[in-house]
């Protein structure tokens, strides 16, 4: 059986599902944008539909409308017949390579991104010379890049760690009498950018007498790469995960970031349907897989007795991947509405994506930004003092965009402001003693 990476017939059933209501107008970031029918998920079915037929080729044209898409899956909820728009992209961004190629540069990138050495090394060199190619913001932490080397002149980038969290923390965390053993999956951006989260996350974790296993041989997830459509090297990735997690024994698998935690739950098993022996081995890991809010709420039980004030206004970003794609929604906020002195002030349509979709605000600055800035405005109109959410990429483009429209709050991850929430009681238990 070929998958729906291999052969577009795989989502011609999805395709039939769509009875052309257009439904999907409503809530497509890009279609309120663009007001354009290539655009929104319908649009883009017709396409893949009219491609299946033979009525359509494979053209740069045709390229560019599929890459219109952030898979935010706003579009999926919002079906009602519950087309699984995404799976219809995903597919045919990967027939198009298959048929085309890739580009050299992202042939170039993605084949760096699946040999983990030489990516750790290009990343090592980053953060040692990232003051020759990016000039430092006068007050952000964040620089704009010197020279146009992919990246739009007008971004603002958060800088390299000097030392990523997986040399910083030892592979195997203890702690007396563990309740729970976990492996945690970084992610790329918390281990060579936000280094603060990632440490915040396995305090939390300890703090639960959780014993933790940071595989120092975990990579990159490989989402950029699925959504370029090069089903090749997802594959290859995919495998080297795959045997990594199944060698440990461990109860649960912590992501702090809705694109891993997707890859593993559900690409990975797209990929390897065709190979029993892997969807067997992705299964098990897919089963175990578990965001940190969804985690500390559903598996330990948040225990309120342990929380300190955290004086502060926030509100809270839902990362897309993380609520559509994890179904992680209610346990951020039950985290955060816990915490004594926290104030959550709920933002318009919080659960709208920021336009970042990983490399699209790459490839797409202008039309990323103004998506985005609906996102800060409905931030500004809650006043809160700072933004919370659950994904690097979206503390990446909240960073960026409070830049460029003015509005400067700082941005947590959950799991840092549960970290504080711990460390405010365990301070004033010390005063008091
Ligand atoms: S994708 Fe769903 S909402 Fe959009 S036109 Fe098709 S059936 Fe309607
Ligand atoms: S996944 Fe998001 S961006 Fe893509 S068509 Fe659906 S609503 Fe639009």
Sequence with gaps: MATMYDSLDAVKAEILNCMKCGNCQEVCPIYLEEKKEGAVARGKIKLVDAVLK?????????????????????????CPCGVQVDKIILAARSALVKKKGLHPIKKAIFGTLKRPGLFNMGMKTGS???????????TLNGAYPRFPFGLDMRRIIPPLATTPLRNLLPEVIKVDKPVK???????????????????????????????VIIPKDQHCCAMPVLAHGDSDTVKEMAKSHVDLFSKLDVDKI?????????????????????????????????????????????????????LGPVNMKVTYHDPCHLNRGMGVKDSPRQILKAIPGLELIEMKHADRCCGSAGSFSLTHYDLSMSI??????????????????????????????????????????????????????????????
């Design 254 to 306: 912590i992501t702090a970031c809705g694109s891993c935690g997707s890859m593993f739950q559900k690409h990975y098993l797209e990929i390897f349907e065709d190979n029993p022996e892997y969807y067997a081995k992705a299964k098990k890991i897919a089963d175990k897989i578990m965001d940190i809010s969804d985690f500390i709420v559903k598996e330990i039980g948040l225990d309120e007795s342990k």
């Design 181 to 211: 053993k976990v492996a945690f999956f970084t992610g790329c951006t918390m281990n060579f950018i936000y280094v603060d989260a990632g440490k915040a996350l396995v305090d939390v974790l300890k703090a639960n007498n959780v014993e």
């Design 128 to 138: 040692m010379f990232q003051g020759l190619a990016f000039k430092k913001h006068k």
């Design 54 to 78: 033979g009525d359509l080729e494979y053209t740069e044209g045709l390229a560019e409308k599929l890459a219109l898409c952030l898979t935010c899956k706003a579009c999926v909820k919002h």
């Design 372 to 433: 985005h800035k609906h996102k800060i405005d409905n931030i500004k109109a809650t006043k809160a003092d700072a933004v919370v959410t659950g994904c690097g990429a979206c503390i990446m483009q909240l960073g960026d965009g409070m830049n460029r429209f003015n509005h400067n709050v700082p941005i947590y991850h959950t799991v840092e402001i549960l970290a504080k929430s711990y460390a405010a009681k365990k301070k004033s238990e010390k005063s008091a003693s």
